[in-house]
């Protein structure tokens, strides 16, 4: 099936806006494939020989890549290689490769995909998070030796040959932080949907992104010329010329809009009669302040720690977390940053914490909950930003709540952290503004009950669909069934939006419902005091509210909740852009239906 060279389209799912056209780098994050040969007795020699050089030249790549690192300081990460190293040398695996080329005389690469794979599996059956790390140790190391028996390129993320378009099954957090990013020019999954964290980071990144393309490592090899469209979601493999010509003025045309959106930047979220919204960014890392800036955000509307976490070997230690959030403080000073205390759990587990797979990940240990039962992590991080806050900007977030207890906890362990800095006379800003995230249907219900508790609201909504409509938000198997305009979750945002009113309560909206040019409508008509997104995403939704009207939005939010499908939902809001601003169509996830 890998042999065509014609022309292949695969419409996925659009992921992070941009078209890059490049040279594709198939990555296996499953073991890399090897086809079953037969081969003659005389040829048994040279497949063991075969073998013996690829394993030769393996290791000599690891030790080269393992030097590389030492020279970086990462002694941690170098380590790694060693446990690789001793996968080549372990003379019991490579004897029964050996053992099987010989017996069944099948070719080289075939026995050793055939033995690793049987150790992968019986690995994969002990559920213990350090020793399936070993299990992905074996995968690398055979993916590299495979690759080397039949001279291919070395398939991995943190070392790429050059530019390259990545083409793989999935992307993880893990991976998108310790990508080779200079070298990543696109990337396309098999699997994911746009509110995947790996969709964030790309947006975050600004790499274009396609996820959910199914079956699509079945039709690229690595080499092949590769479109990858992360406005509409499609990628085009072995593009004709006229399709690379297509492409090229799409890339030119898309180039232009949003360079006229970026010198629009300094112009106020207004609508045209005059209701003024804030435009706050989402942010992961210290490096993506300069965006924010760029994009004159109002603020920080979601800071989300976890990377801090995700990205070290060792838990984060005070003074480093203080000196981080306060790099970001610092540059926003007469604006604010909303800090979300650490989110881990879901699809983002911390290996240092030994925490055990659970079944459903997304509603087990995670986010407060986890922070509720690691009180020092907690108070670690509570007495960091509380530290951070000098410059009385900082407000503090919970992520997950559910129920009023977990806010009366964490808001205990605030106040236990306030009164250890008051003892040490560490000075902290006294009035703080604590904040919950609303992303759980149970939070969205009871939000008149959390509200006397709190300071601000901010909508998770990327939580909150998947919860609510019971469809997982990494899931590109259920993706169509996850619906921000449905009518279940603008019952639940004007729920939210109301109650918030009523207490008196700033309210921003921080999922990625806010990025997307399709929803504004309904966000602006909910009266919402600001919508928090990647920075890229800012210039389309500036755009539009700049040209609506605050009733007419409105309107359409009233008219949306009598609606009885998501369908209905969207074609009036589409039909208001068609109207307000047509050319902003085409950076929706959806198009011009
Ligand atoms: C959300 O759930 O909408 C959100 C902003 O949090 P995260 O995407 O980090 O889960
Ligand atoms: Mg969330």
Redesign the pocket.
């Known amino acids: 099936m890998k042999s065509s060279k014609d022309e292949i389209k695969i419409k996925g799912i659009a992921a992070s806006p941009g078209i890059a056209i490049g040279t594709a780098l198939v990555i296996g994050t499953r073991l890399a494939h090897a086809e079953k040969r037969k081969i003659s007795a005389e040829e048994v020699e040279k497949e063991i020989n075969k073998l013996e050089a690829a394993l030769n030249k393996t290791k000599e790549q690891i030790k080269i890549i393992q030097t590389e690192v030492h020279s970086k300081l990462m002694d941690d990460e170098a380590h790694i290689f060693d446990a690789h190293l001793l996968i080549i040398d372990d003379h019991t695996l490579i004897n029964s490769v050996k053992e099987l080329i010989k017996k069944e005389k099948v070719n080289a690469d075939y026995a050793f995909h055939k033995k690793t794979q049987h150790y992968i599996s019986t690995i994969n059956k002990i559920k213990d998070s350090y020793i399936s790390e070993r299990a992905s140790d074996i995968k690398d190391v055979a993916s590299r030796v495979i690759a080397n028996i039949n001279n291919q390129e070395i398939e991995t993320l943190k070392h790429l040959p050059g530019q390259r378009i990545i083409i793989t099954q999935e992307i993880t957090p893990s991976d998108t932080i310790s990508m080779d990013k200079d070298n990543v020019q696109a990337f396309a999954t098999e699997s994911g949907s746009r ?1 995947s ?1 790996a969709a ?1 980071m790309a947006r975050s990144m600004k790499i274009p992104a396609a996820v959910a393309l199914k079956s699509m490592t079945h039709y690229v090899n690595s080499g092949d010329v590769i479109i990858v469209d992360g406005y509409t979601g499609t990628i085009v493999i072995n593009p004709t010329p006229g399709s690379l010509n297509a492409y090229i003025q799409k890339e030119a045309y898309e180039g232009n809009l949003i360079k006229n959106l970026i010198s629009e930047s300094s112009l106020r979220p207004e609508t045209i009669d005059g209701f003024r919204f804030q435009l706050a960014a ?1 942010i992961e890392f210290l490096s993506d302040v300069e965006d924010a800036k760029k994009y004159c955000a109002a603020g920080i509307g ?1 800071y ?1 720690t ?1 990377y801090l976490y995700i990205n070290s070997k060792t838990l984060p230690n005070e003074n480093e977390q203080v000196e981080n959030y306060k790099t970001v403080a610092k540059h926003f000073k007469e604006k604010h940053v909303i800090i ?1 205390t650490v ?1 881990l759990g ?1 699809d983002k587990l911390k290996d240092i914490l030994n925490l055990q797979p659970e079944d459903n990940p997304f509603l087990g240990y995670r ?1 407060i909950r986890l922070c509720l039962g690691f009180p020092p992590l907690f108070q670690t991080q509570l007495r960091a930003l509380l530290r951070a806050s000098i410059y009385k900007n900082v407000k503090i977030m919970f ?2 709540i559910c129920s009023v207890s977990e806010v009366v906890k964490a808001l205990e362990l605030l106040e236990a952290a306030k009164e250890e800095l008051k003892e040490k006379d560490i000075p902290f800003d006294k009035n703080i503004e604590v904040g919950i ?1 609303l ?1 759980t249907p149970s939070a969205a219900i009871i939000a008149d009950k959390l509200a006397p508790y709190v300071d601000f609201f ?7 669909i ?1 919860y609510t409509l019971a469809v997982d ?1 990494n899931s590109e198997k259920v993706a169509y069934l996850y619906q921000p305009a449905h009518p279940a979750i603008l019952r639940l945002l004007k729920n939210i939006t109301e109650t918030a009113k009523k207490h008196n309560i700033w309210i921003s909206l ?4 806010a990025s997307d040019p399709i929803y504004t409508v309904f966000l602006v008509g909910l009266g919402i005091h600001e919508l928090s997104m990647s920075p890229i995403s800012m210039g389309a939704v500036r755009r539009i509210i700049r040209k609506m009207k605050l009733y007419e939005a409105e309107d359409i939010m009233e008219k949306s909740l009598k609606c009885s499908t998501a369908d209905e939902t969207i074609k009036l809001s589409l039909n208001y852009l068609r109207k307000i601003d047509p050319d902003i169509l085409n950076l929706t996830s959806i198009g011009d239906l």
């Open positions: 509110t964290h964030i989402n979601l989300r976890e979300r989110d879901g986010a992520p997950m995230m992303e901010s909508i998770g909504t990327n939580d909150l998947q938000r921080c999922g990625e419902m």
